[in-house]
Every structure is written in C-alpha cells, then in structure tokens.
C-alpha cells in the first residue's frame, strides 16, 4: 500500500512539477517524494542522486553499489561508466591525525586531506579501500579487497594490499575470452542472463 500511495504521489509530481510546472507542495516535500520513490523502485538511480547531492562529482553511466564516500566527498571525483562495487570505502583523510588532538582546545587541531579521482570506464571490484590522493586512470579495473593508493595509470588490472598492478586491461580482456566460463549475455537483463548462465553451468 505504501508503496502504491509514493508511486501515485511520483507521478502527480512529473504531472504537475515537469510537464505542467505547477508546484503545490514545497520543494523538499516533492525532493523526499522524488527520492524515496528512487530508493524503493530505482535504487541505481538513488545511489548516483545520493552520491551527487554528497558533493561527489559523477559523471554519466555508473553504477554505484555503494555510497561510502567518507566525509568530505566533495574531493572525490569519478569519471563515465564506472561501476563501483558493494564494500569499497573512499577514503579522504588520515584519520591518525586523531593523536595530535588538543583535547581542551579543538580549534588548532590538524588533519591531513587529500582529493581521489577515478578517470572513465573503470570497475572496482568489491571491499576495495580508495585512499587519499589516489588517482585511477581510464580504462583500470581494481580486484575485489584491493588498497590503493597514489597514480595508476590508465589501461592497468590492480589488486592487492598495498595494490599493485598486476597485468595490462589487453592482457586481461585476451584472458576472458579465452576462458570457457566467460558468457556474452546483456547483464542488464537479469532473466536472460540467469538463464542462460544456469544453462551453461547445467543448472536448469
């Protein structure tokens, strides 16, 4: 029920607010309306809205299974068709600055910041920790649990604690098509692509 009354109060609202611009509540009242519609049908879409109204710079394409982007996400960064998995922090301070506290007087305390950039088309796989001042370039896919930090260059497959890189994007694409278990399906579809990854593996 709920959910009906949010989904009929959504499109009252592109009714009325987009096609009409007629506007009868205030504007954080069609705002909740907009993203809790997001959250319960589009939570793709929720997430990138989340993560832009954070201050995250997104560009066009991702998706987002996270929006762990630490305090001050506004000196995060993220190029086109990137596609961040579940677990994987940003991190944008060191928070060991914590010892140097002054305890009865916080207005001379310190702490040391830094910006993350992600360049286009990159994957990040999942539980990967993003530290200050990294720099991923284009075309880059990070291994789930991976530690980065500092410049990776564009075209580059890294993993690890501390991550390093381990081969070349070429090098990787070469691996999957050679491999028996890569399937050419679109992955948007989850009912074609689950059938026909139960039917490779004889699940059906």
């Not at 069609?30 to 049908?41: C, E, T």
């Not at 009865?104 to 360049?119: A, E, F, K, P």
């Amino acid at each position: 029920m709920k959910k009906l009354i949010l989904k009929s109060l959504y499109k009252l609202y592109q009714l009325l607010e987009i096609k009409f611009n007629i506007r009868i509540f205030p504007i954080v009242v069609y705002d909740k309306i907009y993203l809790s519609y997001l959250r319960k049908f589009e939570i793709f879409r929720w997430r990138t809205e989340k993560a832009k109204r954070m201050g995250v710079k997104l560009g066009l394409n991702c998706r987002l299974y996270t929006i762990e982007f630490s305090s001050e996400p506004y000196l995060i960064t993220i190029g086109n068709n990137v596609v961040i998995a579940s677990g994987t922090y940003f991190i944008t301070h060191d928070g060991g600055a914590w010892l140097f506290y002054n305890w009865n007087d916080h207005s001379n305390d310190m702490n040391n910041y830094n910006r993350i950039i992600v360049g286009n088309n990159c994957f990040i796989g999942m539980n990967c920790t993003i530290l200050p001042g990294t720099e991923i370039g284009d075309n880059c896919v990070i291994g789930a649990g991976s530690v980065v930090r500092g410049k990776i260059a564009s075209n580059s497959v890294i993993m690890g604690n501390p991550a390093k890189v381990i081969m070349k994007v070429s090098l990787y694409k070469k691996m999957l098509l050679s491999n028996k278990n890569t399937i050419r399906v679109n992955h948007f579809d989850e009912s074609i692509k689950d059938k026909k990854v139960k039917a490779h593996f004889f699940l059906d």
